[in-house]
């Protein structure tokens, strides 16, 4: 099966100053389906060196911006796996040297950042991004450069590429969990809250497309700027319409001031329950317990998972960075990307890209999540998707699982009610 990307330049390499520029067009894509181009593997002459002891690998996050707030603990994240995997004997014997660069909120940034830890560092791989927007403006830089990017957050699907690892939830593992929780809870209606950008619009177009199937009136929908920090207007129109339930797909800071709102005007989800696919632990404390306490959450790893693997994860991470931080999805995720890696680089006895992606099909890792499993197909992986409620002490505690992992369907293909959405 060929891998497919929104991107219309995979064959073509680029200057990182062209790419930049490109960066609008890669927005704009929102999801749309289009094949990749032609093979990747002759447009660009790799720099990686592994003659030495050691191999360079790229962490890319916001450690500045809007989005700091989230993506600062999957930069630790990812450094914790880096330590452990260096303290077991590195990566085919070789010494993981980590190259870190700020995206500082901003997708133009990381498309440059990208450009320059492929062809300035020769990075093996690139673990990073969050927002679509910036891993849509970084997709045609690795696809032109014919390197790889693991990304560890949840997204909207209708997507895939031959040099993008999707370690985060796509649309059927975690937004369709969601909904169907949302009809066995009863609710028939729901107002639609969301950031300006490539993931909640297109989340939202298919939230309405599941809701029409399915006779759930979308009584409302409203998208903020990033980074937006006034929502009286919005909250007022949410507490008027007085939906069974909201939908949030709002990222980084500007949960804080959502919320805040949504308690001023006397809303709790008593209510009018929040279902947030972008608040993780990490976003709680931020936000203020007092805020969201009772709220609802759509991920696919807690802290409160109960796991051998996972009680020694967040023991390894309390002990790295303190017993006030908590562990989350998007971190565990990024965690279990450099996992994969090493295991898909084990297993293919190369760094090169063409025999890594080559080796990805069927390799597992025992994660905190629990086991996941890489479908070499569509470079997502098997993940359980859980319904979690934010509970006093500030930690989430699921509500609902799905029990076994849900294999990734990016295009929602097996969905009858979303033909013609990709």
Same mark, same amino acid.
């Given at each position: 099966?060929?891998?497919?990307?929104?991107?219309?330049?995979? =064959?073509?390499?680029?200057?990182?100053?062209?790419?930049?520029?490109?960066?609008?067009?890669?927005?704009?894509?929102?999801?749309?389906?289009?094949?990749?181009?032609?093979?990747?593997?002759?447009?660009?002459?790799?720099?990686?060196?592994?003659?030495?002891?050691?191999?360079?690998?790229?962490?890319?996050?916001?450690?500045?911006?809007?989005?700091?707030?989230?993506?600062?603990?999957?930069?630790?994240? $990812?450094?914790?796996?880096?330590?452990?995997? *260096?303290?077991?004997?590195?990566? $085919?014997?070789?010494?993981?040297?980590?190259?870190?660069?700020?995206?500082?909120?901003?997708?133009?940034?990381?498309?440059?950042?990208?450009?320059?830890?492929?062809?300035?560092?020769?990075?093996? /791989?690139?673990?990073?991004?969050?927002?679509?927007?910036?891993?849509?403006?970084?997709?045609?830089?690795?696809?032109?450069?014919?390197?790889?990017? #693991?990304?560890?957050?949840?997204?909207?699907?209708?997507?895939?590429?031959? *040099?993008? #690892?999707?370690?985060?939830?796509?649309?059927?593992?975690?937004?369709?969990?969601?909904?169907?929780?949302?009809?066995?809870?009863?609710?028939?209606?729901?107002?639609?809250?969301?950031?300006?950008?490539?993931?909640?619009?297109?989340?939202?177009?298919?939230? *309405?497309?599941?809701?029409?199937?399915?006779?759930?009136?979308?009584?409302?929908?409203?998208?903020?700027?990033?980074?937006?920090?006034?929502?009286?207007?919005?909250? *007022?129109?949410?507490?008027? /319409?007085?939906?069974?339930?909201?939908?949030?797909?709002?990222?980084?800071?500007?949960?804080?001031?959502?919320?805040?709102?949504?308690?001023?005007?006397?809303?709790?989800?008593?209510?009018?329950?929040?279902?947030?696919?972008?608040?993780?632990?990490?976003?709680?404390?931020?936000?203020?317990?007092?805020?969201?306490?009772?709220?609802?959450?759509?991920?696919?790893?807690?802290?409160?998972?109960?796991? %051998?693997?996972?009680?020694?994860?967040?023991?390894?991470?309390?002990?790295?960075?303190?017993?006030?931080?908590?562990?989350?999805?998007?971190?565990?995720? /990024?965690?279990?990307?450099?996992?994969?890696?090493?295991?898909?680089?084990?297993? =293919?006895?190369?760094?090169?890209?063409?025999?890594?992606?080559?080796?990805?099909?069927?390799?597992?890792?025992? /994660?905190?999540?629990?086991?996941?499993?890489?479908?070499?197909?569509?470079?997502?992986?098997?993940?359980?998707?859980?319904?979690?409620?934010?509970?006093?002490?500030?930690?989430?505690?699921?509500?609902?699982?799905?029990?076994?992992?849900?294999? %990734?369907?990016?295009?929602?293909?097996?969905?009858?009610?979303?033909?013609?959405?990709?």
């Amino acid at each position: 099966m060929r891998l497919r990307s929104t991107s219309r330049y995979g =064959a073509t390499r680029l200057s990182t100053v062209s790419l930049a520029a490109l960066c609008v067009v890669a927005l704009s894509a929102c999801g749309a389906r289009v094949d990749a181009g032609s093979d990747t593997s002759a447009s660009a002459e790799s720099c990686v060196d592994t003659s030495g002891d050691t191999v360079k690998i790229g962490f890319l996050n916001s450690l500045s911006g809007t989005m700091a707030i989230s993506e600062q603990t999957v930069h630790d994240s $990812l450094e914790l796996a880096a330590q452990e995997i *260096n303290a077991d004997g590195g990566v $085919l014997g070789k010494e993981l040297e980590i190259v870190s660069e700020d995206g500082q909120s901003e997708p133009t940034v990381f498309a440059e950042k990208a450009g320059k830890l492929i062809t300035s560092d020769c990075v093996a /791989a690139v673990f990073g991004g969050w927002t679509s927007a910036s891993r849509k403006a970084m997709l045609p830089v690795f696809e032109a450069q014919d390197s790889l990017l #693991f990304y560890p957050v949840q997204y909207e699907g209708l997507e895939s590429s031959p *040099n993008i #690892f999707y370690t985060g939830a796509t649309t059927n593992q975690q937004i369709v969990p969601a909904l169907d929780y949302l009809v066995e809870q009863g609710t028939k209606s729901l107002f639609l809250v969301g950031s300006d950008y490539v993931f909640p619009r297109t989340a939202n177009k298919i939230i *309405n497309a599941y809701a029409e199937a399915h006779d759930i009136e979308i009584v409302g929908e409203e998208y903020a700027p990033l980074g937006h920090t006034d929502f009286s207007t919005i909250v *007022n129109k949410v507490k008027s /319409a007085d939906a069974d339930a909201v939908f949030n797909t709002l990222n980084g800071d500007s949960n804080v001031a959502f919320f805040k709102e949504y308690k001023n005007v006397g809303m709790s989800a008593d209510d009018m329950p929040v279902v947030s696919v972008s608040i993780a632990e990490e976003e709680v404390g931020g936000i203020g317990i007092e805020n969201v306490e009772g709220q609802l959450t759509a991920w696919n790893y807690y802290q409160t998972v109960d796991s %051998p693997a996972n009680t020694a994860f967040v023991e390894a991470f309390k002990a790295e960075y303190g017993e006030d931080r908590p562990t989350s999805d998007p971190m565990e995720a /990024a965690y279990t990307s450099l996992y994969l890696w090493k295991a898909m680089v084990e297993k =293919a006895e190369s760094f090169a890209v063409e025999d890594v992606t080559a080796a990805a099909d069927g390799v597992t890792f025992d /994660a905190p999540e629990g086991e996941v499993v890489v479908n070499g197909d569509n470079h997502h992986i098997a993940k359980t998707a859980l319904i979690g409620k934010i509970g006093a002490d500030g930690l989430i505690h699921t509500e609902w699982s799905s029990e076994e992992p849900i294999e %990734p369907d990016p295009y929602l293909e097996g969905y009858d009610w979303a033909d013609g959405l990709s």
